[in-house]
């Protein structure tokens, strides 16, 4: 034998040694293993140092206090439609009953029907599902091309322009309700309806003024949501849009065809948003939009309303009581958002997984 093969033999046995020796310690290994997890609790925690029931102890804390928190805060949450579902169910008898806490002793569903009657409901929600559900897809419409615009491209003086959206979010509406109310009382465009007619023309009373605002981007909250769809834009990666350039898609084409589809939880949370708020809007409703009937604006005179019925039908004006007035706003208040609940039933899904995807990126 050589001396090259003498040493190739004797470089070699120490690997086949060490293999063997690997083996061993690893079964000796899983052998302890099997051992110490059949071992009883106590005696696993003596042998880690008492580490085993600190970890333990520390877990089932940390769970107990995290299921006090969130009992708290649904309950919060949840507490005052509870006490509201329990008075719409109440005779007036039973709200000066002391006994009658949550549940009625009488219980009664007149409340609905003559909350139903003091705000016109069905008419009311009709209209207030048209205006909702349109003025909903017009801001979401425009909202999208604005929030893509300021992803994707560059233009000038995009920095301000974007923090003039900023703004939008931040200052409130009723700052500008005095110039608002006077721009569209004397509507003019670059003075040519005085200058054929000799007049301005008034907009004010009819659903125009606020359409005409959502499809500038200056409708309720649109700030919001042009921030919302810019960011989620900006987490899509651009590979997409090249490769559609490379196939032959135009910047429309690939906008429509790519970015839409991708889209899509965004844009259902950015219009559950639109319609809850316009469903609820007090402000808009009553400035523009105050000779139609609303299920908003119904609510916010149902106390009058219910002044007024009662006058009617005693023939004398008699003081309702307070309780009896609540009971009737709070009767009105679920009938107004049980149909938003059921909406978010429907949308729940889409809207948890837009509120997980669309991350912040500056």
Known sequence: MTKRSWKKTKTGAPSAETGMAAANAAAAGADTQVRYSQLGFFERNRLS?????RKIVTQKAVSIIRAILLFGMCFMILQ?????ISVSFMTEQDLYNPVVISIPEHFTTENYRLAAELMTYS????????????????QIAVCTLAGYGFARFQFPFKKFWFACVILVILIPPQTIASSLHLHFRFFDILGLFKLTTGKTVNLRGSALPYYLMSAGCMG?????YIYMIRQFFRNIPVDLEEAAYVDGCGMLRTFIKIMLPQSK???????????????????????????????STALSRIVDSLSAYIQRINGVKTTISIAYSNCILATGTLMIIMPLII????????????ITSSGIKM
Do not use: H, R
């Open 49 to 53: 140092g008492g580490y085993l029931l």
């Open 80 to 84: 005052p439609i509870l006490n509201k």
């Open 123 to 138: 008419k009311a929600l009709t209209n207030s599902f048209i205006v909702s559900l349109t003025i909903a897809l017009l």
């Open 220 to 224: 309720l909250k649109n700030g919001l």
């Open 265 to 295: 939880p965004i844009l259902t949370s950015c219009f559950l948003f639109a319609f809850v708020w316009q469903w609820t809007d007090g402000f808009y409703s009553k400035m523009f939009l105050g000779n139609t009937k609303l299920v």
């Open 343 to 354: 909406l978010y039933l429907f949308a729940q899904k889409a809207f948890v997984e837009s």
